[in-house]
């Protein structure tokens, strides 16, 4: 492979660029074609409300049923934390109930893209990252059998604060629930929540056990579920279908500098990607991927010896000691990750978001951006609504908020599945093709590497450029296979390539819905008005 790789030479490149160049020409056109159309949800959907149809706290019109709460947020992660702020600012009486209000300690949702950022701008909430000791990222350094290549966020037409953010998950959810409890409006509560109060098919509120064990309930005209991935509420408001493809496991290096500084460091290694990116002016955190849901034991020593004789040989050598020195500390953790596609009940009353709603691999660090762009559609849609007591209205009303988070949604969802296939080492020659044609790809700069970065880093998560980048690096695969000179067995590989890349991507895009995630504005739920006000 890499002597037919080399033989290609300038003209290899030239070529499948070329290709590529032309088919996602052909497919933005289209899409932007298509987009051009009038879209009567605009309004809405860009936040702008009836004169005087913004509430106020203490307005009657927009109290719940018992004089008391608005809202009720089940968890108070960033999903939960970040809303709870938002509808609080808005003048929503909100009530927060969280498992847990100490500072959590995750080994994941610590990276935040551009994207989400821009989001957090946007729902005034950017100081959370302040005075965590948070590290700007800058980009990603992309690295395979000794090569590597950085692949910098196509920042050039944004203020020059706006880049990514990493940190420590715990001290960045601590800050934005400092952010939310400053509010006069909105109370946050240690309890669990055990099940949610319904009548007549309506949630009217949930049941939980306070800090101190007493089995209390509340009320509110809608309640929203942010429990997280491990959430024990999501299968009465939806159809989950948890998919485990993978576990990380975690180490945090010290006093050690990445090659790429304010970059995260993605390693094409084998059988599957490692990942590295600073949390604070001291630590980095490494990400080990380990397909399948068992990892090597921990206790028994596996886990070490595994990072040690597998992993640490494919790490860059500047790295190395610190890794080392890192499994020797023995703080060592794991984390399944898990993806699963949003299948929502619709149910008055009630409504899911966050990891309790919807999950991606965490490979490409979308998470936190996916949960941000949904609280601000959700804000957008409940602004104009002074009271939220007619349920059944309501919950017809939000059911556009599931089409008109899609574009953004599943754009980031689809390239976290397909990238993680992608980027995992197969026996497969065509999927080891499919790879080493993806980083050559991006190797080539310019629009070849902007495109998918503007997608990954949530700067531009549009649907149709997913696909046309990555039918694009297919055939740009093909291409390689084709030069010199094309022989049976290498135009073999080449469809298998191209039917291998459809069998990634494809079942994705349908988990995800062909149609909210393309044609949205063909769906009914789109053109929802919002409920006349009482």
Not at 254 to 273: D, K, R
Request: hydrophobic residues 40%; glycine residues 10%; aromatic residues 6%.
């Amino acid at each position: 492979m890499a002597a037919a790789a080399d033989g290609a030479g300038d003209g290899l490149q030239l070529i499948g660029a070329a290709i590529a160049t032309l088919l996602a020409a052909v497919l933005v056109a289209a899409v932007l074609g298509r987009r051009r159309r009038p879209r009567p949800r605009a309004p809405l959907v860009e936040g702008k409300p009836a004169p005087g149809a913004d509430c106020a706290v203490g307005d009657s019109a927009g109290a719940a049923g018992d004089g008391g709460t608005d809202v009720i947020i089940v968890g108070a992660g960033v999903a939960g934390s970040a809303l709870a702020y938002t509808l609080g600012k808005d003048g929503r009486r909100v009530h927060v109930i969280e498992r847990d209000l100490t500072e959590p300690d995750r080994i994941v949702g610590e990276l935040l893209q551009p994207g989400g950022y821009l989001k957090l701008i946007e729902l005034g909430l950017e100081d959370c990252v302040e005075e965590i000791d948070a590290q700007r990222v800058l980009g990603y350094a992309l690295f395979k059998d000794g090569r590597n290549t950085k692949l910098p966020y196509p920042l050039e037409k944004f203020h020059s604060d706006v880049a990514g953010r990493s940190f420590h998950n715990g001290r960045f959810i601590q800050r934005m629930r400092q952010k939310a409890a400053s509010l006069p409006n909105v109370q946050l509560e240690q309890g669990t929540v055990t099940s949610l109060l319904e009548e007549n098919g309506t949630v009217k509120g949930v049941q939980y056990k306070s800090k101190s064990g007493e089995e209390l309930k509340a009320y509110a005209p809608l309640t929203i579920v942010c429990d997280g991935c491990f959430s024990n509420l999501r299968r009465a408001l939806c159809s989950p279908k948890v998919d485990v493809p993978s576990c990380f496991v975690g180490l945090v290096l010290e006093n050690c500098q990445l090659p790429h500084a304010n970059h995260g460091h993605v390693i094409l290694a084998n059988p599957s990607p490692i990942l590295f990116y600073p949390i604070s002016s001291t630590e980095v955190r490494c990400l080990v991927d380990v397909p399948g849901q068992k990892v090597p034991s921990i206790a028994s020593g596996e886990m070490a010896n595994y990072l040690k004789t597998v992993v640490a040989p494919q790490i860059p050598p500047e790295i190395y000691d610190s890794f080392i020195a890192a499994i020797d500390k023995g703080s060592i953790r794991t984390m399944p990750n898990r993806s699963m596609p949003a299948a929502p009940h619709p149910t008055p009353g009630a409504l899911l978001m966050g990891d309790a709603f919807n999950m991606r691999h965490p490979l490409t660090g979308g998470g936190m951006t996916v949960a941000l762009s949904d609280i601000v559609v959700l804000r957008n849609l409940l602004k104009p609504l002074r009271n939220l007591h007619d349920a059944s209205s309501l919950c017809k009303y939000l059911e556009s908020f599931y089409t008109l988070r899609k574009p953004v949604a599943s754009t980031i969802n689809t390239l976290a599945g397909a990238l993680y296939k992608v980027f995992s080492a197969s026996p497969d020659q065509a999927r080891n093709e499919m790879r080493q044609a993806c980083f050559d790809y991006l190797s080539l700069g310019g629009v070849f590497s902007n495109g998918p970065i503007a997608l990954l880093s949530g700067l531009n998560p549009r649907p149709l450029s997913l696909v046309a980048h990555f039918f694009a690096v297919a055939i740009y695969g093909v291409g390689r296979l084709m030069l010199p000179l094309p022989s049976p067995k290498r135009m073999w590989i080449g469809a298998r390539l191209i039917s291998g890349a459809c069998g990634i991507i494809l079942p994705i895009i349908k988990a995800e819905g062909v149609r909210q995630m393309f044609f949205p504005a063909t769906v009914p739920a789109y053109y929802r008005a919002a409920p006349a006000a009482e």
